[in-house]
T-cell receptor
């Protein structure tokens, strides 16, 4: 079974802090993704990475950056956290091969910015 | 860009059949996927349609009509554990998916 592990289930930070969300997958997947999920808005893609050190902006990258130094790990960084970044953050991974390949999700990190 | 429309909520009776519709507008089509998410849980993959027609996996089936930019998820013999949110998604290029806003299914006794 594919395992996608997010470092924290719940996280509380203060406005202006630099926040790191970590995600690790154990299936040697090339592609990794960060989404945020808000009520009534579904899942929105923040950034994705199709290989080590490669990254692409998704639909809502503003205020975020990412890092992928190793194949199994994909980090999401909030450079200066703001209250409008309070949300559920979901990480996913997928093997290469196209859209027919399922994305495997972690359990999510519920982030609160105070 | 990509956009997908699906009903926000559906209620159905245990043992019945329910259909969740999804219409999409895309600049390029890379298939239609369905995901299930229970409250507090991670989304999990259900099905993928690249070609027109019906794909069946146990109690769940998924249908696609590319000419109508339309698909649906069909759940048969509903069980209480099917209460969840269901998302349709379409590829937005070779890598990423764009998700609909989700349909919350409530199964009642």
């Amino acid at each position: 079974d594919v395992k996608v592990t997010q470092s924290s289930r719940y996280l509380v930070k203060r406005t202006g802090e630099k926040v790191f969300l970590e995600c690790v997958q154990d299936m040697d997947h090339e592609n990794m993704f960060w989404y945020r999920q808000d009520p009534g808005l579904g899942l929105r893609l923040i950034y994705f990475s199709y290989d080590v050190k490669m990254k692409e902006k998704g639909d809502i990258p503003e205020g975020y950056s990412v890092s992928r130094e190793k194949k199994e790990r994909f980090s999401l960084i909030l450079e200066s956290a703001s209250t409008n970044q309070t949300s559920m953050y979901l990480c996913a991974s997928r093997s290469t091969g196209g859209s027919n390949q399922p994305q495997h999700f972690g359990d999510g990190t519920r982030l609160s910015i105070l | 860009g990509q956009s997908l429309e699906q009903p926000s909520e559906v209620t159905a009776v245990e043992g019945a059949i329910v259909q969740i519709n999804c219409t999409y507008q895309t600049s390029g089509f890379y298939g239609l996927s369905w995901y299930q998410q229970h409250d507090g849980g991670a989304p999990t993959f259900l099905s993928y349609n690249a070609l027109d027609g019906l794909e069946e996996t146990g109690r769940f089936s998924s249908f696609l009509s590319r000419s109508d930019s339309y698909g649906y998820l069909l759940l048969q013999e509903l069980q209480m554990k099917d209460s969840a949110s269901y998302f349709c998604a379409t590829g937005a290029g070779s890598y990423q998916l764009t998700f609909g806003k989700g349909t919350k299914l409530s199964v009642i006794p």
